[in-house]
């Protein structure tokens, strides 16, 4: 547990200068998938404008696991610090989770936000229950481990990669 805070207090200290402009780049996702999808969808029933509204920060979690996971770890792959944090002693799987748990943390005030603005914009009640914290972290932890396997076999090197 302390490993993964500290590796965690470490990618807040990396990101600390990105962290307002990567929470506004996923609200800013969000916004475009609520209004841009509005503009496709002649009538808006309410049971699409409740798609409409979860459908939006889901679409923010899987694409942070799916691209700025991957791009990270391919950055680090590239400078060094990925194999710099695995000769650390810490465990194998606390890097992992504090990236996870990092872009979570950027991704949550453009999610509560993409919420509201779906609120304003379609005037629907969302009842947030008890089960919404384990479903974002399985979302978010599905789809990063998605996201590191993508990454870890794109820069594997093999015959076809290799010119003579």
Do not use: C, E
């Not at 503009?39 to 889901?58: D, E, K, N, R, W």
């Amino acid at each position: 547990m302390r490993a993964y805070l500290l590796l965690l207090k470490w990618q807040l200290l990396r990101y600390r200068k990105l962290i307002v402009l990567l929470a506004f780049i996923q609200l800013a996702l969000g916004v475009g998938v609520i209004y841009g999808l509005s503009f496709l969808v002649p009538h808006i029933t309410p049971q699409v404008a409740l798609y409409f509204s979860t459908g939006a920060p889901t679409l923010n979690l899987i694409l942070m696991g799916l691209t700025a996971l991957p791009q990270d770890t391919a950055q680090a792959r590239t400078s060094g610090r990925f194999d710099y944090v695995a000769a650390l002693p810490v465990p194998r799987l606390a890097p992992m989770l504090a990236d996870v748990t990092l872009w979570l943390l950027i991704q949550l005030p453009g999610t509560v936000l993409t919420l509201l603005i779906a609120w304003l914009r379609f005037g629907i009640a969302l009842h947030i229950g008890v089960l919404v914290v384990p479903a974002v972290a399985l979302v978010a932890i599905t789809a990063a481990a998605v996201g590191y396997q993508r990454d870890r076999k794109s820069t594997r090197l093999n015959s076809s990669h290799i010119t003579i």
